[in-house]
């Protein structure tokens, strides 16, 4: 039987990938079973492997490939150029059979037809055997050709598509993951083109792209046609919407300066224009569609796991069509990179202190490693052929934005540096597979470093990754959590960065026993919660404008501090979901809110506000009542709006009765109200009256969380941040650890839950083994202690064991 040179996408699915490659199957996959659940896609047709070997056959193509792959050096990448140079000028410059391109024109034509046009515009996109693979995703190895109209150039299209499987990428992709390079076939999908151009586009994960958590959707976007994005030529907007709750944790704005729009003719079918400054600043997709486009992405995530009976994280190609409004999946791929990590082997990278004057850039961090070598500035791959600049193993790449062209490059850097491009552009995907840091979004990178300069990138600090001028020391660990104990004392976590929370998830863990509001106020909102709400009374214009770009993009100040809260807050409870996630109340001392922006305007001087205005007391104050409201109502909106309800909040630093009372009601003055939705509140037991009267403030909490380190100051009555004394401080003290063994003797009484979440078992597991023997009901320790906390717990359950078994004997 002869095979079909044209199939339409309805009518292929998985099981056709050898006739149509993996973008045509998934798409054909789609069409025939998501259209039905609301998932829009666009339709087309698939050109079929067979013609593409008939190609080969009929223009006596093969043996001239094969000639010219065997004459290839792949440590020497001159001479991948020029074979690639060659194969690809020999296929295009053959003529296509007649009887098949009358069959393609015929297919296009009824593709028009369709869309009631006589010629309609297409996307052409190369769909290889050995694409969209579970152990690799050869993702943009072929070329893809948009804003195609008529016969003769649907032809040109489909024969240098035929062509790209040769380019320079994909032959030496396929060397390396071991593809025979004739063993893979190329099928063309050709689908209606989406009016994005006059609206947006982008790509979407169904995990988290550094991470790889699981229960988030991650959406980068911008306005026009979605080369821009993936070509990292613009930082798009990118949204990250929880998927339990279907809502939106966070949102940044990008840098959204230029779009790709339709050309005016053939040999200009795309151009690229300015976006007005208005626009600019807008996100490109409202919020109901960013959530709409989330649901198809999970319902699509959901089909594909369902389908090979294991988890499937998706990569996804949206647009949204100008002239409808619609949205439309335009590819679907599955994730290569985490769904293939081993989740049981965790290594982590830690830089050793550097001064602050050798961070001379950052810029979004793509992973969490870190790598030392020589910058090699490179702006294009020619300048390698014409000037003989040549890119050691080992160099760091540092250029504008990359492409696919780039791989054989990137493949050998030890790091990469780009001035352009978002935690899903092209750079940053290849980074991931090959496991090497990237730090992408620079702005200036090219500017600021120096070809031959020895830098250390790093991207093992949270979000922000940092180059450092020199070469610096860091270490790696590494932990097989299979090999640790089992415990049966709920360990959980002090988590400071949302930006780091889910990595951290993936430690054993009961939860967070601690999140801290102050990280979030002075690395996300930057500025004192009152010179928000009343800078305008003040006579400090040079402050109002800083005020005014901060919130650039929200209603009003009121709404930037409650929304930027919020999101931070909800980014650590959802990597924990639905364990518990203690959020404490900003705890800054006066002298460190005086340093936000702003902050001079509303703080007193005192000369020891480590016990002073602090915690509670500010809470219930007129002079800050109207900014602790900012902070129930940002917690307000992670419960409710969010549906992040395993949200606790604590009261830090309450010193007597009548203040818990106080605070309670103002809280619920702000609508947040202890029981409400479930709302528990817990205390921070950090002072000794918290202790002292243990059982009258157990009649109106949840649960108390021991603070070590306060505690241990106010007991023996020093400042723990004085170097002078610092001998005396300690913990394990006889006076501070018989304190908090009253105090978890009373929490029992009371049945209200008692943990600790101090410093104190993070440093000295001889201080954990302490409060395991006393019952505690749970420990937080930051995420670097746990595996010694885990040991330390686990020796103590042990010997608690075997002395009960020894009781239990002589019982008996």
Not at 440 to 445: M, T
Request: proline share 4%; charged share 25%.
């Amino acid at each position: 039987m002869v095979s079909p040179i044209v199939l339409p996408l309805s009518d292929v699915g998985l099981e056709d990938i050898a006739t149509v490659g993996g973008k045509c199957a998934s798409m054909g996959e789609m069409i025939g079973n998501l259209a039905k659940l609301g998932v829009n896609i666009p339709d087309g047709f698939a050109i079929t492997t067979e013609a593409y070997y008939r190609f080969l056959r009929e223009n006596d193509l093969e043996i001239f490939i094969r000639q010219q792959i065997a004459s290839i050096d792949f440590n020497d990448l001159v001479t991948l150029r020029r074979a690639g140079q060659k194969i690809r000028q020999a296929i295009s410059n053959k003529r296509f059979p007649y009887d098949m391109s009358a069959e393609i024109i015929k297919a296009y034509t009824a593709l028009s037809l369709q869309y009631d046009q006589k010629e309609t515009d297409v996307a052409v996109r190369s769909s290889a055997t050995a694409e969209d693979l579970p152990d690799a995703s050869f993702a943009g190895q072929q070329e893809t050709f948009l804003n195609v109209r008529g016969p003769a150039a649907l032809i040109d299209a489909v024969r240098n598509c035929f062509a790209s499987l040769f380019t320079d990428r994909a032959i030496s992709y396929r060397e390396t993951f071991g593809y025979d390079h004739f063993q893979v076939g190329l099928s063309v999908c050709v689908q209606k083109m989406v009016r994005s151009d006059l609206g947006a586009s982008g790509v979407a994960f169904s995990l988290d792209t550094d991470s790889g958590f699981k229960n988030v959707v991650v959406i980068n976007g911008s306005y026009g046609l979605g080369e821009m994005v993936v070509q990292g030529a613009v930082s798009p907007d990118e949204f990250i919407v929880f998927k339990p709750s279907m809502a939106i944790i966070e949102k940044k704005p990008g840098n959204k300066n230029k779009m790709m729009v339709y050309g005016e003719g053939s040999n200009d079918r795309t151009k690229i224009i300015p976006v007005e400054k208005n626009k600019q600043q807008q996100f490109c997709l409202p919020e109901t569609q960013a959530i709409q486009l989330a649901e198809a992405v999970v319902k699509i995530e959901t089909y594909y796991t369902n389908l090979k009976g294991k988890w499937c994280p998706m990569d996804v190609e949206w647009a949204l069509d100008g002239l409808s409004n619609q949205l439309f999946i335009v590819q679907a791929r599955p994730e290569t990179v985490h769904s293939n990590k081993d989740r049981h082997r965790i290594v982590s990278y830690k830089m050793e202190p550097v001064p602050g004057d050798k961070c001379i850039l950052k810029g979004i961090a793509v992973g969490d490693k870190i790598a030392a070598g020589k910058v090699n500035i490179l702006f294009s791959l020619d300048k390698r052929i014409t000037e003989g600049v040549e890119f050691m193993k080992g160099d760091v790449l540092v250029t504008d934005m990359t492409d696919p062209d780039w791989e054989p490059i990137m493949k050998i850097a030890s790091a990469i540096v780009t001035n352009k491009g978002g935690r899903t552009c092209h750079a940053a995907i290849i980074a991931r597979e090959m496991g090497i840091p990237a730090i992408v979004g620079c702005g200036d990178a090219t500017e600021k470093l120096n070809t031959g300069q020895l830098i250390t990138v790093s991207c093992a600090e949270g979000e922000e990754g940092v180059v450092y001028d020199g070469k610096w020391s860091y270490r790696e660990e590494a932990v097989d959590l299979q090999s640790l104990p089992a415990i049966k004392t709920p360990l959980m976590l002090n988590v400071a960065s949302p930006s780091m929370a889910f990595q951290f998830s993936y430690l054993p863990n009961s939860g967070v026993g601690l999140a801290r509001e102050e990280f979030i106020i002075n690395n996300y909102i930057q500025a004192h919660p009152l010179a928000l709400l009343h800078h305008k009374e003040l006579a400090d214009a040079a402050l109002s404008v800083k005020i005014q770009q901060l919130i650039t993009g929200y209603p009003n100040e009121e709404q930037y501090f409650i929304t930027k809260l919020a999101y931070g807050i909800a980014k650590i409870a959802a990597a924990f979901y639905p364990s518990k996630t203690i959020v404490r109340f900003s705890d800054f001392k006066s002298n460190e809110y005086y340093n936000l922006l702003g902050g001079k305007y509303f703080e007193p001087h005192e000369e020891n506000p480590m016990i002073g205005w602090r915690g509670a007391s500010r809470y219930y104050s007129e002079k800050y009542k109207s900014a602790f409201a900012l902070e129930c109502k940002a917690i307000k909106k992670v419960r409710t709006e969010m549906g992040l309800g395993n949200v606790v909040v604590m009261i830090p630093f309450c010193r007597t009765v009548e203040e818990l009372h106080q605070v309670l009601s103002t809280m619920k003055e702000a609508g947040l109200e202890r029981g409400d939705n479930g709302l528990e509140v817990y205390l921070m037991a950090e002072i000794p009256s918290n202790i002292l009267m243990a059982d009258e403030f157990a009649e109106h909490i949840d649960g108390f969380s021991i603070g070590s380190n306060d505690l241990t100051q106010l007991t023996l009555g020093l400042d723990r941040d004085s170097a002078l004394i610092a001998n005396i401080y300690n913990e394990t003290n006889p006076a501070v650890t018989r304190l908090i063994a009253h105090l978890i003797r009373v929490a029992k009484k009371h049945n209200v839950k008692v943990g600790i979440c101090g410093q104190g078992p993070s440093d000295n597991p001889a201080f954990a083994k302490f409060l395991v023997e006393q019952g505690i009901d749970s420990i937080s320790v930051t995420p670097d202690a746990v595996v010694k906390t885990v040991m330390a717990i686990a020796e103590v359950e042990e010997e608690l064991r075997k002395k009960a078994m020894v009781k239990e004997e002589v019982e008996l």
